[in-house]
């Protein structure tokens, strides 16, 4: 939900932890398409990613809001090294963050709140809280990088009570 994605955000202790959950949470990205990323594939102008290999190979690019841009612009001045093929999440050794990296961390915010997370279930809390929102299954579809829209839709987890809420106010 989203009042658990702010407890999430609040426990962060670093602003590298508050991109992770931004990014994830906004953009449905997987945690291999996470760890991926290079600067080249960053277009913060523009507000968009590129994943150069998603699910199956297949590329595709990805909005940014603008906090998702404010906060990764503050982290791309930190890092040491700026070439295109450069990665953008490093780990404490400057070496590039890999799968088991990013979901300690995320394990690390799970254990503070005690709240049940990781990559992926920030990659559903994307669609399920979208979706709430009343934004197309289509475009979240395109984002998550689905093939089948089938998939897309069993990403949502709203329960009863919320779709009971929502109804009363229509």
Known sequence: TEEQLQILIDACPTALHRLIVHLLSSTGLRASEFCALRLQDVNLTEGY??????????RRRVGLNSLCCQLLTQHLDTLPYQTPTSSVFLNNLKEPMTRDGLLNRIR????????????????????????????????????????????????????EDEMIREMQGW
């Open 49 to 58: 990613l590129i994943v150069q290999r998603g699910k199956g190979g297949k």
């Open 108 to 159: 690390f915010l799970g254990k503070k709140t005690g709240l049940d997370v990781s990559p992926h279930a920030l990659r559903r809390a994307f669609v399920t809280i979208n979706a709430n929102k009343g934004r197309s299954l289509v475009m979240l579809q395109m984002a998550c990088g689905h093939s089948d829209i089938k998939t897309t839709r069993s990403y949502c987890k709203t329960t």
